[in-house]
T-cell receptor, first 114, second 115 residues
Framework: DAKTTQPPSMDCAEGRAANLPCNHSTISGNEYVYWYRQIHSQGPQYIIHGLKNNETNEMASLIITEDRKSSTLILPHATLRDTAVYYCIVRGLHGSSNTGKLIFGQGTTLQVKP | DAMVIQNPRYQVTQFGKPVTLSCSQTLNHNVMYWYQQKSSQAPKLLFHYYDKDFNNEADTPDNFQSRRPNTSFCFLDIRSPGLGDAAMYLC??????????????FGSGTQLSVL
């Protein structure tokens, strides 16, 4: 699995955009970039994923650089409920069953402040 | 409505006493995963099932076993829990077969304490 590097923690003011960076310089051509978040004492929650193009959904935007070696998750208007650990994960196919496993790194703890 | 359900939410067991954690899903997904998450750490994959095909991670201790009697249910058995096995155990599902782009859906987890 390609590894990811994220800053251990970030702060963001409520109502402002939160931009969470992720480096994945060893990503291969068929590997997707996934973002999950985990609010304290809950299971991880899917946010967004992409392969090459930028993606947007109701939760966030994902910007992937042209060389695919890094990406940025953007929460456009952060709220206090967005305080969580955010995981950037690179995921491809594994094993004979071709199931795509999610291997978590350490993530970024985002603290949204009033 | 919860789609991946883990019971119980909190489980207390004694050192060395076998314990079983359960997971059920209403998504009819082919793949079910078990993760272990210790305090202040990232989730760590233990194993997964693709249908009835069991796939163990290389570093998962033999003390951890799993059963999947049907599509909807999957169990995590810890044969002789040690103090180091106290953790949150997370179950997840995905549709499969994988193209690398399908989402995983997680349950809320079972917090296991070992006394």
């Amino acid at each position: 699995d390609a590894k990811t590097t994220q800053p251990p923690s970030m702060d963001c003011a409520e109502g402002r955009a939160a931009n969470l960076p992720c480096n994945h310089s060893t990503i291969s051509g068929n590997e997707y970039v996934y973002w999950y978040r985990q609010i304290h004492s809950q299971g991880p929650q899917y946010i967004i994923h992409g392969l090459k193009n930028n993606e947007t959904n109701e939760m966030a935007s994902l910007i992937i650089t042209e060389d695919r070696k890094s990406s940025t998750l953007i929460l456009p208007h952060a709220t206090l409920r967005d305080t969580a650990v955010y995981y950037c994960i690179v995921r491809g196919l594994h094993g004979s069953s071709n199931t795509g496993k999610l291997i978590f790194g350490q993530g970024t703890t985002l603290q949204v402040k009033p | 409505d919860a789609m991946v359900i883990q019971n119980p939410r909190y489980q207390v067991t004694q050192f060395g006493k076998p314990v079983t954690l359960s997971c059920s899903q209403t998504l009819n997904h082919n793949v079910m995963y078990w993760y272990q998450q210790k305090s202040s750490q990232a989730p760590k994959l233990l194993f997964h099932y693709y249908d009835k095909d069991f796939n163990n991670e290389a570093d998962t201790p033999d003390n951890f076993q799993s059963r999947r009697p049907n599509t909807s249910f999957c169990f995590l058995d810890i044969r002789s829990p040690g103090l180091g096995d106290a953790a949150m155990y997370l179950c997840a599902t995905s549709r499969g077969p994988g193209q690398g782009n399908e989402k995983l859906f997680f349950g809320s987890g079972t917090q296991l304490s070992v006394l």
